[in-house]
DNA sequence: CTGTTAGCGCCTTCAT
DNA sequence: ATGAAGGCGCTAACAG
């Protein structure tokens, strides 16, 4: 009978059986840009998970806009997603707590109000640019400089306040005009490396906020004749394969992205298997500076 | 009234929705591996794409393993899906003619049976390999080697015809021995170039069946301290962002995923809104010789 | 124009 | 053991 049914090419209505069971087997996974390097050994990592006990994936990219942000939350709520895996640049994280008051498993990638439901995984951005920095002012001496992106964000705000902390650690007053604001692209790196190299007294080692700053950095150097590391030294953050591509090779801030999917992914899971049922866990992932050539 | 509701924090069961209308408005991307650079560019633009209509997209990572190909696309079918983009390695596109009879929108990645409702959008790679391979034949000698990776899939194969035509078109009969099989990654790449540089007579120049594999020769040539192209000529294929990190920058081909997901996205569009419904349409996407500096 | 009803496909419950 | 029924939440069709 069933045999029968399944020759005769019948499969079973998924969307049937979520309406009477209510739980759909599906997660959605926002992140800002699928096409930045970090997201798909995540959003793959996650898959790996969670994809063994049938649960499939959807993807949003925000784009770091608020609108797209709030957009996936609600069609998250529309679809009945059994989780949600969000990373938000521009929505409170508090804006996570309803849905997750409302049953669906949710785990934020960043810091998170303590006391809802919601899970998080995270690195430690602000000590990861703190330590990196450090390294840059003991090495080379106290003339550093920054580039980052996106203040709004709170990587780019982290990792500022990571520059400072370390700076100040030393006795050095961070200088604003040796802290560039530019965008998180290899054009922005560019852009900003430009500014810092056009000043009166250019920097002698330069944080860059991710490794693609850093690879906009590099071919500024290298366009104007400069060494690196030795006129000027260029250390970046994430790891992204790029970083053993280019020459010299990047110095930078590894921050697991197979680990930290992992890690979400496990805290989703127990969740949605009502595993666990109580307040939110958070749990921050170790990052590691890794020293190549270019600092 | 409904305000109210609103207000109160309701949101439509887009599940309900979906028994009902028997539209899902949800996509399935079927891809080998997310991970590899090519594909989060290809699966947002097909996102992008589809996106404003309402339509999102659940992924799903083959590995090129048989077993997961037919596992996706049974999960394609029992979720109801309107459309699946698909990309087989290892199952044969009639595969495909199924489910698109059942009525969902289906775009193969590659050549596909003609007479059937699959839409195809794709490269041609052979074409893409010949072209590559005639540059270095007239550039550097008949002194040209052919890197590639799995031979069971379409990119595989289809590139080493391509190359194999070239060499005979030219009138040298390819050589054997300067045929490598080995993965598309750039440790196949290292492993590749090696057994290419320990052969009594190594050859002038390289094709690498993709980018990665590149990568790997060039990091080979480099540790033997020949100088590329000086010495040893490398081509690549994809034209990846790493293209233009490593030193010297590739000289590749282009096959561009944006379009290739626009185009896709186009033929999977215009078929779940049932704007069209004869025979499968398709396209051959352009690609393009981009020399640069590494040949 | 507002209100009711039936059924999408499934699965759990209850009855036979 | 097999079978029938009800309801998950929605919307199209129909009634008032």
Redesign the interface.
Same mark, same amino acid.
């Given at each position: 009978m069933e045999k029968v049914a399944r020759d005769l090419?019948y #499969?079973?209505?998924? &969307?049937?059986q979520?309406?009477r069971s209510r739980r759909?087997y #599906?997660i959605m996974i926002v992140v800002p840009? +699928?096409?930045n390097?970090f997201?798909? &050994?995540f959003? *793959?990592s996650v898959?790996d998970v969670v994809g063994p006990d049938g649960y499939?994936?959807?993807?949003?990219?925000t784009d770091a806009r608020l609108a797209e942000e709030e957009a996936f939350l609600?069609?998250a *709520?529309?679809? *009945?997603v059994d989780g949600v895996v969000f990373i938000g640049f521009r929505l409170p994280a508090s804006r996570l707590v309803?849905l997750a008051e409302?049953g669906v498993a949710v785990v934020n990638l960043g810091e998170t109000p303590p006391g809802s439901r919601v899970d998080s995984a995270r690195f430690d951005d602000q000590a990861a640019a703190a330590q990196a920095t450090k390294y840059l002012l003991e090495r080379y001496g106290p003339s550093v400089a920054l580039i980052y992106g996106d203040e709004e964000a709170p990587a780019g705000r982290e990792r500022r306040l990571g520059f400072e902390e370390a700076c100040r650690a030393q006795g050095t007053e961070p200088d604003a005009t040796r802290i560039v604001k530019t965008a998180f692209t290899r054009e922005g790196g560019v852009t900003g490396m430009r500014r810092l190299l056009d000043l009166p007294q250019p920097p002698r080692a330069v944080l860059c906020a991710n490794d693609m700053i850093a690879?906009g950095a590099i071919d500024v150097a290298k366009e104007r004749g400069l060494r690196v590391p030795k006129d000027i030294a260029i250390v970046g953050h994430d790891d992204i394969?790029?970083a053993t +591509? &280019? #020459?010299p090779q990047l110095t930078t801030t590894r921050t697991d992205a197979r680990l930290l999917g992992e890690q979400a992914a496990g805290l989703l899971l127990s969740r949605m298997k009502g595993e666990v049922d109580g307040e939110g866990r958070h749990i921050v992932i170790p990052h590691q500076l890794v020293v190549r050539e270019s600092a």
């Open positions: 090419g #499969t079973p209505s998924a &969307v049937a979520s309406l759909t #599906t840009d +699928i096409t390097a997201w798909p &050994v959003a *793959r898959q499939h994936a959807m993807f949003g990219n609600d069609e *709520r529309s679809r *009945r309803g409302s690879l394969d790029a +591509i &280019v #020459t």
